[in-house]
C-alpha cells in the first residue's frame, strides 16, 4: 500500500499499517523529516491530567466541539479525545523526549480554549521532536521511503483507487505506484493565501487529487486563522509566533497600551479559541488602535529574561535574527496568519476511509474532527490518532482484496497535463499565476467575508483557470520548481473555488467562518456541513447534515450547562498565565 | 550563461546583487541577478525573488522559512548557512554569492544530493529502552534536559557540509560526520536507552577521526555545541570501553558484565533487562554533595555505583574515592564541561592510554 506524505499522519499511519503486515510505501515531496509538521510549536493535546488531575477526555472532548461550533463529527472528537494520552506516551516509546514535571512525568501547559493544562511539549519545538521520533521509528523498521516524489493522479480501476501516478522531482522522470490501497496524508492548504505560515508544501494538492477522482470534500470554507503571525518586516509576514507564547503568559495589547483581550473576552482573556482572539486583533487594527505595521504587541517581557530563553527558544532565536526584535526586552508585533484548514477529504470517524473505495485520509487532509475551529495542539494529537486509525484500516483492507487493473490511458492523460507548461508556447507565468490567487484569496476570502468580495474573488479564480491553461515554463525537466508550481497551481485553484464557494453559501458567522453580513450564527446552517464534490470537472457543493450526538456525549454538555464552571471549582483557575514550575 | 543581468523594474534604494550558480554536474558557473531590497529580506526571499521573476527553473530546496526544517542549506559567500535566517542587509552593499553545498554531489544550481547522510543514518541502531520498561515512562527532568540539546537538530547537513574530514578528504568512509555524532548522543545519553553503541563510534562510525577544530558547532544554526557536548563525550565513552585498560581486565574476569565495544547483540539490548545508565568512567554529578562532578568506577549489582568525586585545587584535578552511590544518585547532565577545566583535556588523557596510575584503580 502507498502513503502519500511523510508528515505526522503519514508516518504514523505507515508505522501501523507496517505492523499490521503490509508491505508500506511513503512517498514525500521534500527531504524525509522537513514535512510541516516540524513547525508546530506550541505542543501536543492530550488529557493526561498530569499538571491538572481532574482533566479527562470527556473535558477535552467536550472543549474540542465547543471550539468546532458543534459542525465537528462528535466520533471523530471522542475518538481523539479518548486515544491521545496512549498516542503521546506511544511517541515516548519511540524516543521522544517530552518536558518534564519534577517527579518526572510528561509536563503540561495551557493553551487556547482548553479548559485545563493539557499540552504536552518540548519547549517550542514540540513538532520537530514528534516528526524526528517518528522518522526514527520508519527507519528503524526499515519502511520504504520515495523523498522529493510528487503524485498528482490517483490511479483508478472503476470506482477503487488502485494506485497513483505522478513524477520524481530530482530527475523529473515519471512514476506510478500500484497499491491496494492509498493514505492522503498530505497535509493542508495554506500556500493558497498570501499571508500564511505554511511552507510551500501545503498547496493542497492530495485533497485536489482525492477531488478530482471523485471523494468528497468536507467544510471547505473553514480556514483558520492563527491569531499571532509575525508582521514586520515584510520578508518574514506570516510567519507564526506560536500560542505557546500565551501559554507561558505572554498577552496583548493594542496601540494604546491596553489589554484589549479582558474585553472581548474577560474569561479565558489571551487564551480564548484562535477565531476569537484573530477576531479581536483585527477589530483592533479596524478601529485605528492597531501598531505601526498594521497589528497588535505580543509582550511577554514580565516572564524575565531567563524563562523566555528556556519556554520560547525558537521564538527568541526567531524575532532577534529575523526582526531584530529581542523579546526579553520588547513586545513582539503580531497579526492573524492563515494557518491551518479545518476542511478536507470527508471520512469514516473510525478509519479514516473516505467515499471511494481503497482511499483513506489522515491528518490536515482529512476534515471532521476540528468543525469550525481547531483548538491549539489538536492537530498534532489529531495525526496521532487517525493517522494510525487509517493505517490500521488500510492494512487490513489490503489483506482482502486483489490488485487493481491499472489503465494506461488514465496515465496518458495525466502526463500530457504535466507535460503541457513545458512544450506549449504558453505566455503565463505560474509563480505569478500563484501570487494573484494568493492576493485574490486573502482579499476576498480572508478573516473577515462577505457576499460581495467572496464573489469577486470567485470570478477571480475562475479567471486564472482559463489563465492556467496557458502556463509556460522554461528549461527541463530536472529539478524545475517552476514545472511544480504549474502543477500545484491546478490543485490550488481547484482548492480555492471549493472554499470560496462554500464560503458563500455558509450565510452566518461560525467559528473561523465570520461573515461581515451574516454576524450571527444560524441554527439551521449549524446543522449541516457543506460538501464540496467533483461533477464533470466542475466544482459543485451540497450539504450533508451534522452527525447526531448520542444521548450519553449530549449529556455531558447539558450536565456542564448545569453546574458551570465545566469543572469542579479547585481546578477552575487554569488558563491564569501559568505558574507550571519548570 | 545569459550575459545581461535581469533588473528588477521596481526598486527602493540599491538593488542587491546575487551571484547564484547555475549549472548541473555538467558545466555550471555563477549568474549575476540584480532584485529590489526589501526591509528585513533574508537571501532566501531574493532566490525566490528570482525564480518567480527572472529563472522560473532554478533549483533551491526551502521548506519553513522559519529556520525550522532545515532544508534551505546553501553556501552563502563562502559561509554554510541557512538561506531563510540570513539577511540579505548584513552585507552592505556587497555582491551576496549563494552556491551549493560542496560537500555533496551536485543535482542542479543550489540543490545537492545529500542521500549519503539519510544512509548513514539507517546504520545507527535505534532507541532501545528496555523491554521492561513500565509506560508511562518516568524520567526525571535532570536526567533529560541534556538530550534537549541534540535533539533541537533540524538537519540541515551544514556541519556535514563544513566537517574537513567529510569535506576535503571527500571520504565519507570512515566518519559519520558531526550529524551523526549528535544522534548518537541523543541515543547514548536518553536516559532509558539501554543499547551500547561504542563499538559501532570506535568503528564504521568513526568518532576518532574527529580531531575537534569545532568548525561544526561554529555553523549549527541551532547552536547545538556538536563538538564539546555530543563529539567529546562520545570520544569519552568509546575511549574508555575500547582502551581502558581496568575494562579489559574486567572484561576477562566478568565476561558480559562491562560492555563489549563491537560485540553488541543485534538487538542492543546485551542482555540487561535493567537499564544501566552509566558506563565505567563517564563523567557524572551527584545530585547531592554540593553537586560534584564524579568518575564511574565499576558498575555493581542492584543499580549501585562505585564513584571517584572530583576535587579541584586550583587547576589540578583530584579524584576521591571509592564511594558507593545508587544509580539515581547521579546524573548525566553535567552541564557545561569547561565550567571546571575538564573535557578536551580528559579526551587527551584517556587517549594516550598511559593514565592508568593516576587514575582510580
Redesign the interface.
Known amino acids: 500500500m502507498l502513503v502519500i506524505g511523510a508528515g505526522g499522519a503519514g508516518m504514523r499511519a505507515a508505522i501501523e499499517a507496517s505492523a499490521a503486515g503490509a508491505q508500506v510505501a511513503v512517498v514525500c515531496k521534500s527531504l524525509l523529516g522537513k514535512a510541516h509538521t516540524v513547525m508546530a510549536e506550541g505542543g501536543i493535546a492530550a488529557a493526561l491530567g498530569n499538571v491538572d488531575p481532574d482533566d479527562n477526555w470527556q473535558v477535552h472532548f467536550q472543549d474540542t466541539m465547543r471550539g468546532g461550533q458543534l459542525i465537528n463529527n462528535w466520533r471523530m472528537a471522542e475518538l481523539h479525545a479518548r486515544e491521545s494520552p496512549e498516542r503521546v506516551y506511544e511517541l515516548e516509546t519511540y524516543g521522544a523526549i517530552f518536558d518534564r514535571t519534577p517527579d518526572g512525568r510528561i509536563l503540561q501547559r495551557a493553551f487556547g480554549a482548553h479548559t485545563y493544562r493539557r499540552l504536552c511539549h518540548v519547549g517550542d519545538r514540540t513538532g520537530l521532536e514528534m516528526i524526528r521520533s517518528l522518522q526514527d521509528r520508519i527507519v528503524q523498521l526499515g519502511i520504504e521511503v520515495h523523498m522529493e516524489v510528487t503524485l498528482t493522479r490517483l490511479l483508478k480501476d472503476g470506482d477503487r483507487v488502485i494506485g497513483a501516478f505522478g513524477y520524481n522531482r530530482v530527475d523529473g522522470g515519471f512514476v506510478a505506484f500500484k497499491a491496494k490501497a492509498v493514505i492522503i496524508a498530505t497535509g493542508g492548504w495554506g500556500r493558497i493565501y498570501k499571508v500564511t505560515s505554511n511552507s510551500w508544501e501545503g498547496t493542497g494538492d492530495g485533497v485536489g487529487m482525492g477531488f478530482d477522482a471523485g471523494a468528497e470534500v468536507l467544510d471547505p470554507e473553514m480556514v483558520q486563522f492563527h491569531p499571532t503571525g509575525m508582521v514586520w518586516p515584510p520578508g518574514v509576514r506570516g510567519i507564526l509566533v506560536t500560542e505557546a507564547v500565551r501559554g507561558e503568559g505572554g498577552y496583548l495589547t493594542n496601540s494604546e497600551g491596553k489589554r484589549f483581550m479582558l474585553e472581548y473576552d474577560p474569561k479565558k482573556k489571551e487564551l480564548s479559541s484562535r477565531d476569537v482572539v484573530a477576531r479581536s486583533i483585527y477589530k483592533e487594527v479596524q478601529a485605528g488602535r492597531g501598531t505601526e505595521h498594521g497589528g497588535a504587541n505580543l509582550d511577554v517581557r514580565h516572564l524575565g529574561a531567563d524563562k523566555i530563553k528556556k519556554k520560547l527558544p525558537s521564538m527568541y532565536e526567531q524575532f532577534l535574527k529575523l526582526a531584530d526584535v529581542d523579546i526579553t526586552k520588547d513586545p513582539m508585533e503580531v497579526a492573524p496568519t492563515i494557518h491551518y484548514a479545518m476542511g478536507g477529504l470527508r471520512v469514516e470517524a473510525e478509519t479514516g476511509a473516505t467515499t471511494l473505495s481503497g482511499l483513506y485520509a489522515a491528518g490536515e487532509a482529512a476534515a471532521g474532527l476540528h468543525g469550525a475551529n481547531r483548538l491549539g495542539g489538536n492537530s498534532l494529537s489529531d495525526l496521532l490518532v487517525f493517522g494510525r486509525r487509517a493505517g490500521a484500516a488500510a492494512g487490513a483492507y489490503v489483506r482482502d482484496v486483489g490488485q487493481g487493473k491499472i489503465d494506461e490511458r488514465q496515465i496518458d492523460q495525466e502526463q500530457k497535463i504535466l507535460l503541457l507548461p513545458l512544450s506549449a508556447n504558453g505566455t503565463e507565468n505560474p509563480y505569478l499565476l500563484q501570487q494573484q490567487l494568493q492576493q485574490a484569496m486573502q482579499d476576498g476570502a480572508g478573516l473577515a467575508r462577505e457576499e460581495k468580495s467572496l464573489k469577486v474573488c470567485l470570478d477571480q479564480i475562475l479567471e486564472l483557470r482559463q489563465r492556467s491553461a496557458r502556463v509556460h515554463v522554461p528549461g527541463s525537466r530536472k529539478y524545475n520548481p517552476g514545472w511544480h508550481t504549474a502543477r500545484d497551481l491546478r490543485f490550488m485553484l481547484t482548492v480555492a473555488e471549493a472554499i470560496v464557494r462554500a464560503a458563500i453559501e455558509r450565510r452566518e458567522s461560525r467559528g473561523a467562518h465570520w461573515r461581515l453580513d451574516y454576524l450571527e450564527k444560524d441554527p439551521a446552517l449549524g446543522r449541516v456541513n457543506f460538501i464540496a464534490y467533483n461533477e464533470g470537472s466542475q466544482v459543485k457543493l451540497k450539504t450533508r447534515p451534522v452527525p447526531e450526538l448520542p444521548a450519553e456525549l449530549a449529556k455531558l454538555f447539558a450536565d456542564a450547562a448545569s453546574t458551570p464552571p465545566p469543572s469542579p471549582p479547585p481546578a477552575a483557575k487554569p488558563p491564569e498565565p501559568q505558574q507550571v514550575r519548570t | 550563461m545569459s550575459a545581461k543581468t535581469p533588473t528588477a523594474t521596481t526598486t527602493s534604494g540599491n538593488p542587491i546583487v546575487l551571484q547564484i550558480f547555475r549549472g548541473?554536474t555538467d558545466a555550471g558557473q555563477e549568474q549575476r541577478f540584480e532584485v529590489p531590497a526589501?526591509?528585513?529580506?533574508?537571501v532566501l526571499?531574493a532566490v525566490h525573488y528570482v525564480?518567480?521573476?527572472f529563472?522560473?527553473?532554478?533549483?533551491?530546496?526551502?521548506?519553513?522559512?522559519?529556520?525550522?526544517?532545515?532544508?534551505c542549506s546553501a553556501e552563502i559567500n563562502g559561509r554554510p548557512r541557512l538561506m531563510c535566517?540570513t539577511?540579505v542587509d548584513e552585507f552592505g552593499d556587497r555582491e551576496i554569492h549563494v552556491g551549493p553545498m560542496r560537500t555533496f554531489p551536485l543535482?542542479?544550481?543550489l540543490?545537492t544530493?545529500?542521500?549519503w547522510n539519510?544512509e548513514v543514518?539507517?546504520q545507527i541502531p535505534?532507541?532501545a529502552?528496555a523491554p521492561n520498561e513500565p509506560?508511562?515512562?518516568?524520567?526525571?527532568?535532570e536526567d533529560?534536559e541534556r538530550?534537549?540539546e541534540y535533539?533541537?537538530?533540524?538537519?540541515c547537513f551544514l556541519c556535514q557540509d563544513v566537517c574537513h574530514v567529510l569535506r576535503n578528504h571527500d571520504d565519507k568512509s570512515a566518519y559519520y560526520g558531526p550529524r551523526y555524532m549528535v544522534r548518537i548522543a541523543a541515543?547514548e545519553m536518553?536516559p532509558l536507552d539501554t543499547r551500547k553503541r561504542t563499538g559501532l563510534l570506535h568503528g564504521k562510525a568513526g568518532v576518532g577521526m574527529c580531531n575537534i577544530t569545532k568548525c561544526c558547532q561554529e555553523v549549527c544554526p541551532e547552536h547545538i555545541k556538536i563538538t564539546d557536548n555530543a563529539i567529546i563525550p562520545l570520544k569519552e565513552r568509546m575511549a574508555t570501553d575500547v582502551y581502558d585498560p581496568v575494562v579489559r581486565i574486567a572484561r576477562k574476569l566478568r565476561p558480559g558484565r562491562a560492555s563489549q565495544p563491537g560485540s553488541e547483540s543485534p538487538d542492543g539490548l546485551a542482555g540487561a533487562t535493567q537499564p544501566q545508565r552509566f558506563a565505567v568512567k563517564d563523567v557524572v554529578r551527584l545530585k547531592t554533595r554540593g553537586r560534584r562532578f564524579a568518575r564511574v568506577g565499576r558498575l555493581l549489582p542492584d543499580g549501585k555505583l562505585e564513584v571517584w568525586i572530583l576535587h579541584m585545587n586550583g587547576k589540578v584535578q583530584h579524584w576521591d574515592g571509592p564511594k558507593i552511590v545508587r544509580n539515581s544518585d547521579v546524573t548525566n547532565n553535567y552541564g557545561p564541561l569547561d565550567e571546571v577545566g575538564i573535557g578536551s583535556k580528559l579526551v587527551e588523557q584517556y587517549i594516550t592510554e598511559d593514565h592508568a596510575a593516576e587514575q582510580p584503580h
Open positions: 548541473d526589501v526591509e528585513g529580506m533574508v526571499d525564480q518567480a521573476n529563472a522560473n527553473d532554478l533549483a533551491c530546496r526551502w521548506n519553513c522559512k522559519a529556520a525550522k526544517c532545515g532544508s535566517k539577511r543535482i542542479k544550481d540543490v544530493d545529500v542521500s539519510y543514518n539507517k535505534g532507541f529502552p509506560v508511562p515512562y518516568r524520567m526525571l527532568p533529560t538530550v534537549y535533539r533541537k537538530c533540524i538537519e541515543l536518553h
